[in-house]
Structures are given as structure tokens and as C-alpha cells.
């Protein structure tokens, strides 16, 4: 706790006899983070006896297996997407089905292509020819449909299509335009052609005309140059079109309907395929998936004629489980040697943390992880945090709201979505402290139902509460000073650890007498403020010690940092100042609340629509409350944190520990 694992750098040497069999058992076991060895085979001095490891030539084989299995399953996904929608995936995530894992064998790469090219071989070929049936069927629908659409259009002048068609002679084209435009269009074509055209048109509606346009060829380039200079949206369709408008109707609407049997039959051979066949091939993509990552894995490598050797890390714990292992798998024709990290090895980063606090360490990653040997400052967070949140919203009925969502969301995401599962899991936990803000100071809905505070209520104190919002910030801190201390002097950085941290540390607690001093000596027995009074309470006991501490803090400010520390003081006190935003969320949150129970309470009061107005603007306003106030019951903890509190003590820039591991979901080794 409070420190990340403790890593071991490993180096293995084995022979290229046992490369597949070693690789498999790293990958399955998941606990070695392997370096690529490129920059330093570079280097002569590894040049002359290290040359770079490459990728079996299976790996070409693999990846284009890969290629048709993810064709195969996009096309049988697309078919199943069809018939769910929103309301099954809601349902899903909230109610995912089990998965059943394939028990399987490690088995060689040839005989996993072989073996997915079969599978391949049976279903490839129905499932492109199904493919091809229903994109050609969607185009033809399509056609038909824009046909269509024309067909209605001419309708009122009930011409067949075969004389609408041009010819040597005759151009002939048809469309449709508004009544505004018509005349102008009708003279503009008598002009272009010396009226030798002829214009016939019906009227589609009080604003559109349809317009069947006639003339020589001779004439066709002006009358197109024409067509632009107007709104005239011209009708386009395929030569070979016979009949009447309402024939041609008909037949369209019979042709759909053959069409439509012919995609039906298509669909429902996907699906079966896909219910026969999917789970088997989701199962053999994984399987494929992780070979690929075995055999890519190999150009991070180092190889002599018979060896090759590979880097990384390990954490500490599990160096004799994977020593064992290698072994077991090599019958011993394997060396493994494991050495601490230096000082200027950059060690990746392991959070270990109970489990619960394990999910608040999404926040520490999402700032940066810490360093090797830097403290991680999860427990502190997944401690504060909360209560924090909790302070910010302080209402037990928003508190039950956001913790019952959350939670909810949480369990259902657990299996399938762990970093989303983690995140509600910590504003649930946010939530209950909500509710033991809310019955300390006495919140349910605002006022909706009357309860006794276990404390104060904010509005008749709100000077307590921000004593309190104050207080709460000197203690986060004390914390922080207290683990920059550790942080510099494990460093060996005594210079800032003297001149940042401990000077902060003794001119807050310097303060904190102070001000203690004046409330013992002065306010608690009544005497007036004044400079001789406040001059007396530093003269002796706690005041002057205070005035001690604060001495000394500015001459380990000025010795270690210079003059110009003192300039940077300020800041730390704005720092401090900056927990009052505790205090303003608790106040702001529990005057809307109260506010929109009031609101609610007087339009439930109105004649005949009383209950649902009161109902409605119960829900809309304590909703509204519940969204913004906890959106920033989540934002201003953060900034405290990453700012006020990271500042005293974390840097960060450390990087993830990313074992290389075979991610199962679908399939379980036997």
C-alpha cells in the first residue's frame, strides 16, 4: 500500500527449439512485460554475437486467415444488427448473457490455420453468395423505388414510357417545375428552337407542374443549356421501361414484393449459418488473434544460430512462479536471471492496491501513474474523494438517486466493461456519502420529506461550514506536506525536501497555533481584539510558539530556495483557500434543492393540474439538480486533488506495466 509493486528486470536465454513452446507459456501466464531489444542489437559491441530475431513466415498465413474470419463475421454481424436495435443492446449491457468459454488446446499454428480454413472452406462461400444476393436485391430495390416514384409522377399525363424515350430525330425529355417558373421556361424554349418544340404539361399540385418537352435533336444541347437556367428537376430512368404509368406501377409493386421473398430466404440462410457457426468462429478469431501476438513478438527479440534471448519486467512475487514454469516447459535447457532495477532504468508501473480501493485507481492513471519508489496516492484518494463528492451534494435523496444508478450500471458492466464498471463503482460510493451529508444536515429532496439534522442545518450556520470546508483543506494538506517530506528525503533530495516541504509544514502548523492561541486567549473568555490583547497572546505559551514555527519556516525558505521562495507563499495559501469550494457546492446544491421542493409544494397546490405540475417539476428540477450539481460534486474533488493536493507530493510520469498476456474471453486452455 501507498507504494506501486516492486519490479525485477529479467533476461532469458533459451534455445530456438524451445522458442514456441516459452513464448506460449509467457504469453498464457501474463506476468512479463517484454522490451524490445532493436536499439541496443544496433550497437556493435551486440552486434557481434546478437542479431535481430524475426517473425516465423506462419505469421502471413495467420494474419490472412484473420482477414477472412473478420470479413466472414462482418457480414453475419450485419445481418444480426438488423434485427436488434437500441432496445437489445440496452438490454444486453444490463443484462449480458454468460459466456460459455470453449475449453481448447495450445496447439501449433499450422494446425489452427488448418483448422480455421476448413471452417472457412464450409461456410466462405454461402456467406459471400448470400452477401452478393441481398446487396444486389438493395440496389434493385432501390431502382425500383426511385421508378416509382416517377411512375406516380406521370401518372395525370398517362403516357407510356416507350414514347419517352429519344430517338434519331425527336429529343425528348420530361420533369417537373414549379407554376412560377413555367411560363418563363415555356417562352425561353420557344426562343431557343423557333418554336418548332412541343410543351405539354399537368399539374401535380396548386405549385408544381409536370412538363413533357419535345423537339428536334437538332435542338437538344439548347434546350439542356435552358433546363439549367430554371428550377426544373428532370426525371431520369432505364431504357426498356413499357407500359403505362399505372402498368408499370403494378409491376413494381410485384417485383418488390419477389424481391423481397428472395432477401428474406437470404437473410434467414445468414442467420442460420451465424447461429451454427459464429460463437465457433469468434472463438477461432481469438485463438488466431493470439498467435498473431506470439509470433509479432518475436522482432522484440535478440537470436544467435541456436538461442535467442528476450528482456523485461516482472513484478517481484512472481519471479519463482514463472521461473517454475520455464523449466517445467524447457526441461531445464533454459536461463533465467532476474537483477533489482537501477536508478536509471524506466521501470513500468503496477498498482497494488486492495481491492477496495482498486477502482479508484482509474483516477490516478488517468493523471499519470506514479514513479518507481514514488508513493501512490490511491488509498488517500479513494478515501477523501468521496467524502468530498458527499459534501459537494449533500442530499440523501440525490445520494440513494446516484448511488442506486450507478450501482446498477456497475454490476452490469462488470464482466464485460471493467474500466466503465470501476468509474460507477466510485460515484456509487460517492453517492452513499451523499446520503450521510444529507441526514447530518438534514436533506431529502430538499425539504420533500422533513428530517431532523444529525448536525447543522447550512443555511442557519454558514459560517461553520466553512470553518469546516477550511479545516478539511489544512488536514488534505498536513497529508500532503507529510508525503512530500517522505517523497524528498527517500530521494535523498534534502535541499527541496527543507526548503519546500517542511517549510510549508511548520508555517501551516505555525498558523494553526496561531490562530488556536487567539481563540483560547481571546474569543472563548471575551476579551476584545485589539493590537495590545493579540500583541499579549504571541508574547508566551502557544502563540509564541507559533510565532516560532512561522520564523523558522521562512528562514528554511529563504536558506534552502532563496528570497524569492517567500514570493511563492501566497500561492500555497490560495491553495488553501481553494477548499472553500466545498463550502459553496454544499451551500449552492442545498439552496436549489430546497428551492425546487418549494416549487413543487406550491404547484401542487394549483386547481386540477396541481398534482401532475407539482409531480413534474419535482422531477425536472430535482433532476436538473441531480445532473449539475453532481456533475461538479465529481469535477471540483477532481481539481482538488490533481491540483491542491497532487502538488505537494506527486509527479507522476511514470508508465503503465503492460504484460504481455493472452486476452481470453471466449476460449479456456484445457
Not at 354 to 382: G, L, M, Q
Request: contains cysteine.
Amino acid at each position: 500500500m501507498l507504494q506501486p509493486s516492486r519490479m525485477k528486470r529479467i533476461k532469458i536465454v533459451g534455445l530456438e527449439t524451445y522458442r514456441e513452446q516459452i513464448i506460449q507459456v509467457i504469453h498464457d501466464l501474463g506476468l512479463i512485460q517484454i522490451c524490445n531489444l532493436g536499439e541496443q542489437l544496433e550497437r556493435p559491441e551486440w552486434k557481434v554475437f546478437l542479431g535481430r530475431s524475426v517473425p516465423p513466415s506462419v505469421l502471413k498465413d495467420v494474419i490472412s486467415c484473420l482477414a477472412k474470419i473478420d470479413r466472414t463475421l462482418e457480414i453475419l454481424e450485419s445481418i444480426e444488427g438488423e434485427k436488434g436495435g437500441t432496445a437489445k443492446e440496452l438490454a444486453k449491457f444490463f443484462m449480458p448473457e454468460r459466456v460459455n468459454r470453449i475449453v481448447v488446446e495450445n496447439i501449433p499454428a499450422v494446425e489452427l490455420i488448418s483448422k480455421a480454413n476448413n471452417i472457412l472452406n464450409e461456410i466462405e462461400a454461402r456467406v459471400e453468395e448470400n452477401r452478393k444476393k441481398i446487396e444486389n436485391i438493395e440496389n434493385r430495390e432501390q431502382e425500383l423505388r426511385t421508378l416509382e416514384k416517377i411512375a406516380r409522377d406521370l401518372l395525370p399525363l398517362n403516357i407510356d414510357f416507350e414514347h419517352l424515350y429519344e430517338s434519331e430525330l425527336i429529343y425528348v425529355t420530361i420533369g417537373k417545375t414549379s407554376v412560377s417558373e413555367f411560363t418563363q421556361l415555356n417562352q425561353l424554349l420557344d426562343q431557343v428552337t423557333n418554336e418548332e418544340i412541343l410543351v405539354y404539361e399537368k399539374s401535380l399540385t396548386e405549385k408544381e407542374k409536370i412538363v413533357l418537352i419535345a423537339s428536334l435533336q437538332i435542338y437538344k444541347a439548347k434546350i439542356l443549356e435552358t433546363l439549367r437556367k430554371v428550377d426544373f428537376d428532370q426525371f431520369e430512368f432505364p431504357k426498356g421501361i413499357i407500359g403505362s404509368p399505372l402498368q408499370v406501377l403494378k409491376n413494381i409493386e410485384q417485383e418488390l414484393k419477389d424481391i423481397d421473398t428472395k432477401g428474406h430466404a437470404a437473410r434467414l440462410e445468414l442467420q442460420e449459418i451465424s447461429q451454427n457457426k459464429k460463437r465457433e468462429l469468434y472463438a477461432i478469431r481469438e485463438l488466431l488473434e493470439i498467435e498473431k501476438e506470439r509470433e509479432e513478438i518475436c522482432i522484440r527479440f535478440g537470436k544467435t544460430e541456436q538461442t535467442f534471448v528476450l528482456d523485461g519486467w516482472i513484478p517481484a512475487k512472481e519471479e519463482e512462479k514463472v521461473v517454475k514454469a520455464l523449466d517445467e516447459v524447457t526441461n531445464g535447457f533454459v536461463i533465467v536471471r532476474t537483477t533489482d532495477p537501477t536508478e536509471h532504468d524506466e521501470v513500468p508501473i503496477q498498482l497494488e492496491n486492495s481491492r477496495i480501493f482498486r477502482p479508484f485507481e482509474w483516477f490516478i492513471e488517468a493523471f499519470s501513474p506514479p514513479r518507481y519508489n514514488e508513493i501512490d496516492p490511491t488509498p488517500i484518494f479513494a478515501i477523501t474523494f468521496p467524502i468530498f463528492f458527499g459534501m459537494c451534494l449533500p442530499d440523501a435523496g440525490y445520494g440513494i438517486t446516484i448511488a442506486a444508478v450507478f450501482s446498477l450500471i456497475a454490476l452490469a458492466a462488470k464482466e464485460t466493461k471493467q474500466s466503465l464498471s470501476y468509474f460507477c463503482t466510485i460515484i456509487a460510493i460517492g453517492g452513499i456519502w451523499s446520503i450521510i451529508w444529507g441526514f447530518l444536515v438534514g436533506e431529502f429532496f430538499g425539504e420533500t420529506i422533513e428530517i431532523s439534522s444529525l448536525w447543522h442545518k447550512p443555511l442557519e450556520n454558514p459560517v461553520m461550514f466553512l470553518v469546516v470546508a477550511l479545516v478539511i483543506g489544512v488536514i488534505h494538506q498536513l497529508i500532503g506536506l507529510a508525503f512530500g517530506i517522505y517523497q524528498h528525503f527517500h530521494e535523498r533530495a534534502f535541499r527541496e525536501g527543507l526548503g519546500d516541504q517542511i517549510a510549508r509544514l511548520l508555517l501551516l502548523i505555525g498558523i494553526i497555533f496561531g490562530i488556536w492561541s487567539v481563540y483560547k486567549e481571546l474569543i472563548l473568555i471575551g476579551k476584545p481584539l485589539n493590537a495590545q490583547n493579540l500583541m499579549a497572546t504571541f508574547t508566551h505559551g502557544i502563540g509564541l510558539f507559533s510565532i516560532i514555527l512561522v520564523l523558522a519556516s521562512l528562514v528554511l525558505v529563504v536558506g534552502f530556495t532563496g528570497a524569492i521562495g517567500i514570493l511563492e507563499l501566497p500561492v500555497f495559501f490560495s491553495n488553501l483557500v481553494s477548499y472553500s469550494r466545498l463550502f459553496a457546492l454544499l451551500m449552492a446544491t442545498g439552496a436549489m434543492s430546497i428551492a425546487a421542493s418549494k416549487l413543487s409544494l406550491m404547484s401542487s397546490k394549483l386547481p386540477v393540474i396541481g398534482a401532475i405540475a407539482g409531480a413534474l417539476i419535482f422531477i425536472l428540477i430535482h433532476g436538473l439538480d441531480i445532473v449539475l450539481g453532481g456533475l461538479e460534486a465529481f469535477i471540483q474533488p477532481i481539481r482538488l486533488h490533481y491540483l491542491e493536493f497532487f502538488n505537494r507530493f506527486y509527479s507522476g510520469m511514470g508508465q503503465k506495466f503492460t504484460p504481455f498476456k493472452a486476452m481470453r474471453k471466449l476460449t479456456l486452455i484445457k
